[in-house]
């Protein structure tokens, strides 16, 4: 299909050659309903410091056109590109320069690709071996070195065949983003969607002691692959201590309503539970207050809502308490200045 | 043609988006003044530095902690004196929990490697990273984005790649695709500064990743810088053998690098400032960056000028400190914080800052 494709094309470029002229050296401005990442750099730098290989920057500006102003599909880009890489190959793009060792040509696993559907194309870079020694081709781990160094210290004042190496790759580099740029953009996308889940997590879920952020590290770790993954669903609670308004009201006159250390032993919060009137978890609670003739220690039951607001049941011994925390009091405070002010 | 990217995930410490930009572009400024073709020259010309910086997460976290615990504290002190051991006992977590939110030394350095290596919050920081890295290969194609991890940012970088272009390259039940592809978004070198990536590793070992180069990896090119007299890359160093298992023979030397450097121009070894001024480290990446390729008299004229700041005192001392290191825990993570503390009991002593 792709083949079916890029003869078509080829027959294409042929017939209007003669009507096009020159290439232009840059090409026309992006669309302006394409958004596309790649076309922010849609035109190449005119001011290039070495022209080793300049009829393969037109090639590469022709592949890009078809992304930024005709708005491709991706067998229509890779059409275009086949194209390109298929002119490489055919004006033995590297002979000038003495060639590659074993009379190999980079573009070779690029061609083979392109013949097989659904095969991810691969990338050309330039590699400085870290110990020293000359620049050679990368692509996708296979290595090709220069035949003749020498060929290109002719050419390049000394320095090898890395700036003739620098130029192909940047040229190929441009054409091959023309494509492989959506794949980059979409997984951009989903990472943003993911990071989005996990902000919302840190902002919204219920505060966390170092030790809670522990042990629920250690439960989301424990199922940890190697792909990422949504923040967990559930907060495990435990330990975790705050402050409450308590009112037990068997107590002596003038001690009913009084603060409390409270402390959830355990008990869980579903920080997503969205619905302002449903709990978003609940635990199970240990209340300390100092009053006269009631237990201090009272043990009960807490819910919990939007993973902030706190209300709950104790029993000190036989009496019963009924406790808010003080982001609930705060907020009722708050709501009440509210609607004294209409007064 | 397009500038390329580098892609720079700091280490521990307070850092931002423009302290990072900035401690590499002086850095790089300062090796610019080595060589007379590129005296005078605008960093930003050459190369876009993109920051990953991550520290807002532990910021946050942090911050959340001092406010709850300093309202918690303030509540506590209301109450009566006359409290039992279990009221004592929450005060006495929270003073500690208020203190994890101050601005100390550990606070702002130690507690991020234990916050990233323990807790949860190693995957939002990766996804940042991770979305720094694609948006990147999106604009100007994967050759052309070098990324480099410094320190604690070395173990952030690698975890990053390895679920990035991870091994499960395929759309998820909605169609998302999860993954960049180690073919078409192979990325142009990852570098590895003071590499502590294997002593904090997790999820997977960094032997067995695709944070590798060669055609099981995901980068043209792999790239390890470490200082010889440098303690904190030697606990668990990540030393890959050229024995065809991790990438094949015929390529390891080209594609894989261990640069070791040992001069000395200040006391703190392991600041990403002090590996970057080195010429051992700056020209191969100022070569792959930006192609440049000094002739033989103006590299070696360059060298001469950067060995003229080397201190003999600074690196006598360090020498004797840790050129025989050993660690001190067999619990990576300890020895790690272990050397780390030692080395900036040392830089402190001469007057620099850590």
New interface residues.
């Given amino acids: 299909m792709r083949a079916a494709i890029r003869h078509a094309v080829w027959i294409a470029c042929l017939l209007a050659t003669p009507a096009m002229g020159v290439f232009a050296a840059d090409p026309p401005p992006p669309s302006a309903t394409t958004l596309e ?2 076309c ?2 849609a035109k ?2 005119t001011e ?1 410091k070495t022209a080793f290989l300049p009829k393969m920057k037109e090639g590469a500006v022709e592949v890009r056109k078809s992304l930024c102003v005709e708005g491709a599909t991706r067998e229509q880009i890779l059409a275009a590109f086949a194209l390109f890489v298929d002119r490489l190959v055919e004006d033995k793009w590297f002979s000038p320069y003495g060639g590659f060792q074993g009379a190999t040509d980079p573009l070779a696993g690029v061609q083979r690709a392109l013949r097989t559907d659904g095969a ?12 020293g ?1 000359d ?2 081709l ?1 692509v ?4 090709f070195q220069p035949a003749d160094v020498e060929q290109c210290n002719a050419k390049t004042d ?3 065949c ?2 003739i190496f ?2 192909f ?3 190929y ?2 054409a ?2 023309s494509f ?2 959506r ?10 969607g ?2 989005k889940q ?2 919302d997590y ?1 902002d919204s879920s219920r ?1 966390m ?2 030790l809670e ?2 042990i ?2 250690a439960l ?2 424990r199922d ?6 949504p ?2 669903a559930v907060q495990y609670i435990v330990l975790h ?3 409450v308004i308590e009112n037990v009201s068997a107590a002596v006159g003038g001690e009913q309503l009084k ?1 409390a ?1 409270m ?1 959830e032993i355990g008990g869980m919060n579903w920080w997503q539970q969205d619905r302002w009137y449903l709990p978003t978890g609940g635990s199970i609670v240990a209340v ?1 207050s ?1 009053r006269p003739d009631i237990d ?1 220690f009272g043990y009960g039951l807490a819910l919990n809502f939007r993973s902030v607001y706190t209300i709950g049941y104790t029993r000190h011994g036989s009496k019963d308490g009924a406790f808010i925390s ?1 982001d609930l009091l705060k907020l009722v405070q708050d709501k009440k200045k509210i609607l004294e002010s209409y007064d | 043609m397009s500038k390329k990217k580098l892609i720079v995930v700091h280490g521990m410490g307070q850092h931002d988006d423009a302290s990072v930009r900035k401690e590499v572009t002086d850095a790089f400024t300062t090796a610019f003044g080595f060589y007379e073709s590129l005296k005078g020259q605008s960093v930003a010309d050459h190369v876009d530095i993109v920051p990953a910086s991550y520290n807002s997460f532990f910021d946050d976290y942090r911050k959340k902690l001092k406010e709850r615990a300093g309202t918690l504290a303030e509540r506590l002190a209301a109450l009566d004196p006359t409290v039992p051991f279990t009221v004592n006992a929450v005060q006495q977590i929270n003073d500690v929990e208020a203190k994890l939110g101050q601005d100390e030394f550990f606070t702002t350095h130690w507690l991020d490697v234990l916050l990233y290596y323990l807790t949860l919050l190693c995957e939002p920081i990766r996804l940042h990273v991770a979305k720094t890295i694609a948006d990147a290969v999106a604009e100007v194609g994967g050759p052309n984005v070098h990324v480099l991890g410094h320190s604690l940012g070395t173990a952030v970088l690698h975890d990053t790649l390895a679920k990035t272009f991870g091994p499960q390259n395929l759309p998820d039940a909605n169609g998302i695709v999860l993954n960049l592809s180690p073919i078409e978004h192979r990325l142009g070198g990852v570098h590895m500064v003071a590499n502590v990536s294997r002593a904090l590793q997790t999820f997977v070992k960094v032997g067995s990743s695709i944070v590798r180069p060669g055609p099981l990896g995901c980068t043209s090119v792999f790239i390890e810088y470490r200082h010889k007299l440098d303690p904190i890359p030697k606990i668990r160093p990540f030393n890959p053998t050229n024995n065809g298992e991790w990438i094949p023979q015929d390529i390891f030397k080209t594609v894989y690098g261990l640069l070791e450097s040992s001069s000395v121009t200040e006391a703190n070894v392991h600041g990403l400032g002090h590996y970057l001024i080195t010429p051992m480290c700056h020209l191969p990446l100022f070569r792959m960056l930006f192609g440049f390729r000094p002739k033989k008299q103006e590299q070696e004229d360059g060298e001469k000028k950067y060995f003229d700041l080397t201190v003999q005192s600074k690196a006598k001392a360090l020498q004797t400190a840790f050129g025989d290191l050993q660690p001190t825990s067999e619990e990576s993570l300890q020895a790690v914080l272990d050397a780390a503390k030692a080395l900036k009991d040392m830089v402190l002593k001469f007057g620099e800052g850590f």
Wanted: proline share 11%; aromatic share 10%.
């Fill in positions: 990442a790649a922010t750099h190449i730098d290039v991810p194309i691969p990338t050309i870079a330039v590699v400085t071996p870290p110990a020694g620049d050679v990368e996708a781990g296979s290595v000394g320095r090898g890395g700036p620098d130029e790759s940047a040229y580099t441009y091959h983003n492989s740029s794949g980059a953009q979409a997984f951009a996308r989903s990472v943003a993911l990071s996990w902000n840190l505060s002691t170092p952020l522990l629920n590290s989301y770790k940890e692959t190697r792909q990422f993954s923040p967990p201590p705050s402050l603060e250390l402390i300390y100092d201090e003080f």
